[in-house]
């Protein structure tokens, strides 16, 4: 059974820093890219990050391009997220999906997390 | 940056069927897929690939897309559909969803 678990969210105050984790089991993790969505409360789903299988390929949704940096351990079979300089608009839940391909680019994802809550505020 | 346009509500009755659009410039040219999202749960997708249908999701869900739109449809729309239903393709190094829409089922 495939499973992601993500991890590290929290309450952070504006300007400062976090590391999102999401464990991945049931599947052979070097074989796939890998996403970051997240979904701010009531609104809709927006694209953070994408890593390919071998991190050979790392794209950033426009928002976060510059302080958010994906990265990914096919030894530890993890996916990470590490959001530098957060804002108040950072504040979403944060998902971590499989992607069907091992590039990121015109697949979609089969299997997502349950998300881990990041909240921005002072 | 390339925009997707999805009308934010659809209602329709138990029975009948949901078309649910997603517009884009050329999106007849991308791969759309289609993801459900009930209050409380992650994302699942119902349709890839612009018609493909992964197992366990009911033929009553099928996609279409040309031109400058996407189609998700619904049809013998039941209660358990009702949730939101997002589009999503990928343009020039950036995957791209669309607004989201709450399918109603009166």
């Known amino acids: 059974e495939v499973q992601l678990v993500e991890s590290g969210g929290g309450l952070v105050q504006p300007g400062r820093s976090l590391r999102l984790s999401c464990a991945a089991s049931?599947?052979?993790?070097?074989?796939?890219?890998m996403h970051w969505v997240r979904q701010a409360p009531g609104k809709g789903l927006e694209w953070v990050s994408g890593?390919?299988?071998?991190?050979?390929?790392?794209g950033y949704g426009d928002s976060v391009k510059g302080r958010f940096t994906s990265s990914r351990d096919n030894a530890k079979n993890s996916l990470y997220l590490q959001m530098n300089s957060l804002r108040a608009e950072d504040t979403a839940l944060y998902y971590c999906a499989k992607d069907i391909n091992r590039g990121i680019g015109s697949g979609h994802s089969d299997y997502w997390g349950q998300g881990t809550l990041v909240t921005v505020s002072s | 940056s390339y925009v997707l346009t999805q009308p934010p509500s659809v209602s329709v009755a138990p029975g009948k069927t949901a078309s649910i659009t997603c517009g884009g410039n050329?999106?007849?040219?991308?791969?759309v897929h289609w993801y459900q999202q009930k209050p409380g749960q992650a994302p699942v997708v119902v349709i890839f690939?612009?018609?493909e249908r992964p197992s366990g999701i009911p033929e009553r869900f099928s996609g279409s897309n040309s031109g400058n739109t996407a189609t998700l449809t619904i049809s013998r729309v039941e209660a358990g559909d009702e949730a939101d239903y997002s589009c999503q393709v990928w343009d020039t190094s950036s995957l791209v969803f669309g607004g989201g829409t709450k399918l109603t089922v009166l």
């Open positions: 890593i390919s299988w071998n991190s050979g390929n790392i």
């Open positions: 690939y612009d018609s």
């Open positions: 049931g599947f052979t993790f070097d074989n796939y890219a």
């Open positions: 050329n999106i007849g040219s991308k791969s």
